[in-house]
């Protein structure tokens, strides 16, 4: 008798497919980022504050990744809007015949 294919490689109930587990991060990762980014200069000023203040200066000079990354970190990104309405036009499409439809269709197409 043939047996089913995979059978043998599949996981036996009650065993995990990953038995490790998610890698753990490093531990003093985020400590250190903190250390490092909470220092303070001879003008009370942070590092934090510093890469912030240059982000800032290329922003104004016109860099467009750091004005976005300024963006995005402070306010969030922007949610994609689409200003399309199709109520009416899905309405307007169902009751068309089929050479309406095609044509239309056709249409968007060419519209392109």
Not at 84 to 106: C, D, H, N, S
């Amino acid at each position: 008798m043939i047996a089913k294919k995979g059978t043998n490689t599949r996981f036996k109930p009650g065993q995990s497919g990953n038995p490790l587990g998610r890698p753990k991060r490093l531990p003093s990762l985020d400590r250190a980022l903190v250390d490092v980014l909470g220092k303070v200069d001879k003008h009370d000023v942070t590092v934090l504050q510093r890469i912030v203040e240059a982000l800032a200066r290329k922003a104004m000079r016109g860099d467009i990744r750091a004005a976005e990354l300024l963006l995005d970190r402070g306010f969030g990104k922007a949610k994609a809007t689409l200003g399309v309405t199709v109520e009416g036009e899905i309405t307007q499409f169902l009751r068309m015949t089929p050479e309406e439809k095609l044509a239309y269709i056709k249409k968007l197409e060419c519209d392109e």
